[in-house]
């Protein structure tokens, strides 16, 4: 899991609230937060994250959807390109004690006041961006991409 450097990049949920009725609570991400992560996949971008959390017979269930675009380096040219967020995930929130194997679980220690789910919303925007992305055809940043054929090309040949 990703560790932010800072601790003010952060989206805390207080775990001392009501939860009998979903609350919701929209979180901004900016630039500086996507490149706070150690090995940020991302270069940038704007989204939201919108979280709903609510008491469920098994423990609190989370909610979490992000939409907007994030900034990667396009494979071919290596310049910034933007990719659609959209994703809704979720998981569930459960005291340590009460150990289950299931998949999406976040376990928390008895008394807990606050919980950062920034780490597991980085999580979902990363796994968000498609595995291979590049400008499409034609749109890449032509002296870039010149360049870099060269390079690979004729390795051993000075620069200009
Ligand atoms: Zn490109």
Not at 25 to 52: F, P, Q, R
Not at 93 to 99: E, N, Q
Not at 133 to 138: D, I, K, L, T, V
């Amino acid at each position: 899991m990703p560790r932010s450097k800072q601790m003010d990049m952060s989206i805390i949920l207080d775990l001392r609230q009501n939860f009998s009725q979903p609350l919701t609570a929209e979180h901004a991400i900016d630039s500086k937060m996507l490149t706070s992560v150690e090995n940020s996949l991302l270069k940038g971008g704007s989204l939201t994250a919108t979280i709903t959390a609510q008491q469920a017979p098994k423990g609190l269930k989370l909610t979490i959807a992000t939409h907007g675009k994030g900034l990667v380096e396009c494979d071919r040219c290596l310049e910034d390109m933007e990719v659609d967020i959209d994703t809704s995930n979720e998981l569930t929130i459960l005291s340590a004690d009460r150990y289950e194997d299931a998949d999406d679980v976040i376990y928390v220690e008895q008394g807990r006041k606050e919980l950062d789910l920034w780490p597991f919303v980085y999580d979902f925007i990363a796994l968000a961006i498609p595995l291979t992305h590049s400008h499409p055809e034609g749109q890449c940043n032509p002296e870039m991409e010149s360049r870099l054929s060269q390079y690979m090309i004729q390795q051993e040949e000075p620069k200009e």
